[in-house]
């Protein structure tokens, strides 16, 4: 019957496939908004275009020469940001341990964009793949910038 032949044969369910991961140390850069010029042009600031190309440099890096995903993606950002020097050893020992939060500007949603325009054509063929984002920003001892990019794919 069919059931004895479906027996006879192993079926493996394919395993999710391992998230693309990328870390870029330092000082994390948001997506900075278009400036214009007297004459009527748009540009994006300086600083954005390098941290961007940065990321993406960082991105391919991490891509070694493999084609961008296709499908549906989730993306994970972890932004962790520097504690004031400013503040007594007190905060800064609470805003390492996650009690005290970044509220200052820039938004997260900037790190966002910055996040998905650098990825863009290297680890996913179009940033309208990503369905899903999970992002955070907190206070850590070193500045950097964490990327998680799950496929969605069924047979990942």
Known sequence: MLSDA??????ELPSRA??????VNGEVVAKGRPRMTRAGFAY????????EAYLKLA???TMANRPPLQGPVRLELFVELPVPTSWSQKKKAAALA???LPISRPDLDNYQKIASDAINLVVIADD?????????KRYG???KL?????????GC
């Open 146 to 154: 964490l990327l998680m990019i799950f496929s969605l794919e069924a």
């Open 141 to 143: 001892p070193q500045p």
């Open 18 to 23: 391992e998230p693309i991961t990328v870390v």
């Open 6 to 11: 479906l027996s006879d044969q192993s079926v």
């Open 98 to 100: 996650g009690a005290v």
């Open 128 to 136: 309208s793949q990503i369905v899903e984002v999970r992002a955070r």
């Open 44 to 51: 994006t600031p300086a600083k954005t275009r390098r941290y």
């Open 59 to 61: 991105a391919s890096e």
